[in-house]
C-alpha cells in the first residue's frame, strides 16, 4: 500500500503541476528569479574570494643582498628559509639574472642602459623572492631574517635590504579592502537571498490559498494529511526543479557575455570559465536550493489548512 | 446510528444550535427543513467534525466523534458520504479523477477503482462524462458526480446539504430519485433542502428546525414552516 500511495501522489503532483499550467509557470519564474539570485551571490563570493587570492599571490617578500654577498652565504640563508614551516617558496635570483631582467625591463631606455655601461660592473645584487604560505606569515619571516639569534651576524652583514616594511602598508589596505567588501557582499547577498526567498515561499503560499477549499475538501472525504500535502510537496519540488533547471541554462549565456569583463575587473576571474569548472558544485547548489525551497514551502502552506 | 446529545454551537454570542437532540436509525431517510439560518448546515458540519459543538456530543454508532484521535477521524469520514450545494469538485480533476480520489483516500487497491469509479458514474447516469473535467459539465452533471463521489466507498451515511440548491426542476427530481435509490441500497441519508416539492415528494422523516432548535420531528412529515 506504501508504495501504491507514493505513486499515487506522485502522479497526482505531476498532474497539478501540468494542468495548472499558468499558475506552474508563474511559481517556476518567481523561483527562477530567487535562484538567480542565489548564483548571483555564489559568483559575487567567488569573484571577491579569487581578487583577494590575486592580490594575496602578487604578495612576496624580497630579500636584497650585497653585491659582494658570496653565493654560499646566500644558498644558506634560502635553506634556512626553506626549513621554515611558514613559507611555501623560495625564489633565487643571481646578480647576473637580476641584471638581465633588468635589461629587458629597460631595453626601449637607452639612457638607463647607457648609464648602466658607464658603470661597467654589475651594480645589482642577488635576491631571494620569499612566498608565505599565508600573508599573516610574512612578519614573522621578515623578523626571522632580521634577528641576530636565527642568522650569524655575516649572514645578517650579506642582506642590504628586506622590503617587507615597505610593502607591509599597501597590501594590508588592499587586503582590508578586499575582505571588507567581502563581508559587504556576503551581507547583501544574504538580505538579498532572504527576500527572494520569501517571495518565493509566499508565491507557493498563494497558489496553495487558491486550492484551499479542494483542501477542505479532501479532508472531508477522508484523505490523511499525508495523502492530500504529498501532491502538494510534489508540485513545489517540481517548480523549484524546473526552475534550477531555466536557471542553470540561463547561467551559460550570462556568464558568457560577462566572463570578460570580470576577467578584466577581477584580476583574472572569469565567470563563464569558472561557472564551467564548477558546474556541479552550481548544479547542486541551485537544484537543492529550488528542491527544498519548493518542498518546504508547499509543505509548510498547505499544513495551515490541513485542519479540517 | 447517529445520535445528536443536547447539541449546543455558538458563534460570535449567536446560538446557531441550542440544545439538538435526536437519533437516527439504520437505512432511515431525514430530511433537515428551516430557514436559511435555521442552524441545518451547521447540523451537518457536526456530524463530519468540521466543526466542534459548544458542549454536547455527536456519536456515530456508539462513537463519540469528538474523542476520536485524527487517524480514526479519518477512517469515520470514509464512512460518511458527503454532497455539498456548491458541488465542491476538485477542478483540475475529471469526473472519474474525482471519484477515484474518494476511494484512493481510503486506500483502495487500483483494480477496485477500475472497477467501481464506472459503477458510481452509470449509477449516477453519467458513465459518457466520465473523462470531463467540472468545468465541462452543467450542475446538474456537477451534482451528480459529487454523489457519485459520496457513495462510491458505499458510506454508512450520506449526508446531503441542499444538494438541489443550484438546480432546475429536472435536474431536481433526478438528484431526489438518485438519493430514494442509494437509501433503497441501504445508507443512511440525511438531506437538508427547502424545496418544498422535494420534502412533499418523499413522504419521509422531517426534521423542522428554527433558531438553532428541533420544533417538529414528523416521521412521515411534509414541507411545513
Request: one cysteine or more; glycine letters at 6%.
Amino acid at each position: 500500500m506504501f508504495w501504491t500511495n507514493v505513486k499515487r501522489i506522485l502522479r497526482t503532483g505531476w498532474q497539478h503541476f501540468m494542468r495548472n499550467a499558468f499558475v506552474s509557470l508563474s511559481a517556476v519564474l518567481i523561483m527562477s528569479v530567487t535562484l538567480l539570485t542565489i548564483g548571483a551571490v555564489a559568483f559575487t563570493l567567488a569573484l571577491l574570494d579569487g581578487s583577494l587570492r590575486e592580490i594575496e599571490r602578487k604578495i612576496d617578500l624580497t630579500v636584497s643582498f650585497t653585491t659582494v654577498a658570496p653565493e654560499n652565504e646566500i644558498l644558506e640563508i634560502k635553506s634556512a628559509l626553506e626549513s621554515l614551516p611558514e613559507v611555501a617558496s623560495v625564489l633565487y635570483t643571481t646578480r647576473e639574472q637580476a641584471l638581465d631582467a633588468f635589461r629587458a625591463r629597460n631595453q626601449n631606455d637607452s639612457l638607463i642602459l647607457q648609464a648602466l655601461n658607464e658603470i661597467g660592473d654589475n651594480p645589482l645584487g642577488a635576491t631571494l623572492s620569499v612566498r608565505a604560505k599565508n600573508p599573516s606569515f610574512y612578519e614573522s619571516i621578515a623578523k626571522f631574517l632580521a634577528s641576530d639569534t636565527a642568522l650569524s651576524p655575516a649572514k645578517l652583514s650579506v642582506i642590504e635590504r628586506v622590503n617587507y616594511e615597505d610593502n607591509r602598508a599597501v597590501f594590508e589596505r588592499l587586503s582590508r579592502f578586499v575582505s571588507s567588501a567581502k563581508q559587504l557582499g556576503v551581507a547583501v547577498s544574504v538580505i538579498l537571498g532572504l527576500i527572494s526567498v520569501l517571495i518565493a515561499f509566499n508565491t507557493v503560499r498563494l497558489i496553495i490559498y487558491i486550492s484551499r477549499d479542494e483542501i477542505a475538501v479532501m479532508r472531508l472525504v477522508g484523505a490523511t494529511s499525508r495523502f492530500v500535502r504529498g501532491p502538494f510537496v510534489i508540485s513545489g519540488i517540481l517548480y523549484g526543479l524546473v526552475a534550477a533547471a531555466l536557471t542553470l541554462t540561463l547561467f551559460f549565456p550570462l556568464t558568457y557575455y560577462l566572463g570578460d569583463a570580470t576577467e578584466q575587473f577581477f584580476s583574472g576571474v572569469n565567470l563563464f570559465h569558472y561557472y564551467n569548472t564548477n558546474f556541479f558544485e552550481f548544479l547542486a547548489l541551485i537544484g537543492g536550493s529550488g528542491l527544498i525551497a519548493g518542498a518546504l514551502s508547499s509543505w509548510l502552506a498547505v499544513r495551515k489548512y490541513l485542519n479540517v | 446510528m447517529l445520535h445528536f446529545d443536547k447539541v449546543y454551537k455558538k458563534y460570535n454570542g449567536c446560538m446557531a444550535l441550542d440544545g439538538i437532540s435526536f437519533r437516527v436509525s439504520p437505512r432511515e431517510f431525514v430530511s433537515v427543513v428551516g430557514h436559511s439560518g435555521a442552524g441545518k448546515t451547521t447540523l451537518l458540519k457536526m456530524l463530519l467534525a468540521e466543526e466542534r459543538p459548544t458542549d454536547g456530543s455527536v456519536f456515530f454508532e456508539q462513537t463519540d466523534i469528538y474523542n476520536l484521535p485524527s487517524r480514526e477521524m479519518n477512517a469515520l469520514r470514509r464512512r460518511i458520504g458527503v454532497v455539498f450545494q456548491d458541488y465542491r469538485l476538485l477542478q483540475n480533476r475529471t469526473a472519474y479523477e474525482n471519484i477515484a480520489f474518494a476511494m484512493e483516500a481510503s486506500g483502495k487497491s487500483d483494480d477496485e477503482i477500475a472497477a467501481d469509479v464506472p459503477h458510481a458514474l452509470e449509477l449516477v447516469d453519467l458513465g459518457e462524462k466520465m473523462w470531463n473535467f467540472p468545468h465541462e459539465l452543467s450542475g446538474g452533471e456537477k451534482q451528480r458526480v459529487a454523489i457519485a463521489r459520496a457513495i462510491v466507498n458505499q458510506p454508512d451515511v450520506l449526508i446531503a446539504d441542499e444538494p438541489t440548491g443550484n438546480l432546475d426542476p429536472m435536474n431536481t427530481y433526478d438528484i431526489v430519485q438518485i438519493l430514494k435509490r442509494i437509501n433503497d441500497l441501504g445508507t443512511t441519508v440525511m438531506l437538508t433542502t427547502h424545496n418544498k416539492g422535494v420534502i412533499d415528494s418523499l413522504g419521509r422523516r422531517v426534521i423542522t428546525m428554527e433558531h438553532g432548535k428541533i420544533v417538529r420531528d414528523d416521521p412521515e412529515g411534509r414541507y411545513v414552516l
